[in-house]
């Protein structure tokens, strides 16, 4: 049979290829998100998580690999953001993610199996990392950050819990962001792409592959309990 996975996000960017990368593998993926999805699912709102994801499973049974990887950043400083936008990247980036997987855990527990979570995080969760972005945004992904730490002594027994923390991954999310930045800044895409390479110490950037790959590693590895990987080709603190 078939071992299944839980992606959130999967219509585009990096959700998207690690489907594509993990189905190539042999896994069945069900992608839970709002476009091209397997089950829709609008993280905006946390009530209707449970819903979704007990159709879930009266179709399929339990899958052992969740994904948590939906999210979106913002645009702008502080005092330029609305309390609704700063409730909605929250729900989205964190709160439903929360719900979905206390869900999964019960199930997990319910039925004795052993289960995986990634989380997909991002530099901008580290203390002092000199590139952070949106104050708002980089709050969502300390507590991705964050729940990975607890979590991963709540259910040792049933779930094996590691974060992969991001640099910067060109995806339709990412360039929607440089672009703005380049009116913001009257550069070019050139620029604004060079600017992100010289920031890590690697001077390149990380692909949507490699991280699809370093997923199927952290799902193979099964002593890898814990721990949060840096995937920024260097991105570092300063
Ligand atoms: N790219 C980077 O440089 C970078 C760096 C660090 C961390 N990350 C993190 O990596 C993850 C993926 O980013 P990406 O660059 O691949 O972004 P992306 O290309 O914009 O894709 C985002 C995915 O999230 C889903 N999503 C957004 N809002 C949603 C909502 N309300 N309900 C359900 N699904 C929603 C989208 O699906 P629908 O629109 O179809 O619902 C889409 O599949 C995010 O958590 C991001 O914070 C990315």
Not at 113 to 118: A, D, E, Q
Not at 174 to 192: F, Q, V
Request: proline share 1%; with cysteine.
């Amino acid at each position: 049979m078939e071992s299944k996975v839980i992606i959130t996000g999967a219509s585009s960017g990096i959700g998207k290829s690690i489907y594509e990368i993990l189905t190539k593998n042999g896994y069945k993926c069900y992608g839970f998100q709002r476009t091209n999805a397997d089950y829709y699912l609008d993280l905006s709102y946390p009530d209707t998580v449970l819903n979704v994801y007990s159709q879930f499973e009266c179709a399929h049974g339990i899958a052992e690999t969740v994904i948590i990887n939906a999210g979106y950043s913002l645009d702008g400083t502080l005092i330029d953001l609305k309390l609704t936008e700063m409730v909605n990247i929250f729900n989205v980036n964190i709160i439903s993610h929360i719900e979905l997987i206390k869900h999964i855990i019960n199930s997990w527990k319910k039925y004795n199996v052993k289960g995986n979570i990634i989380l997909i995080g991002s530099q901008a969760a580290l203390p002092g990392y000199k590139n952070a972005s949106n104050v708002v945004y980089s709050a969502t992904k300390a507590a991705i950050y964050s729940l990975m730490e607890t979590l991963s002594k709540e259910y040792p027994e049933h779930a094996r819990v590691n974060c992969i923390s991001l640099g910067d991954v060109i995806t339709e999310g990412e360039l929607r962001l440089i672009k703005d930045k380049c009116i913001l800044n009257g550069t070019s895409l050139d620029m604004e792409l060079d600017k992100l390479k010289n920031d890590n110490l690697m001077s390149r950037l990380v692909t949507k592959e490699e991280i699809s790959q370093l997923v199927l590693f952290v799902m193979s590895y099964q002593s890898l309990h814990a721990a949060n990987i840096n995937a920024s080709a260097g991105s570092y603190i300063g």
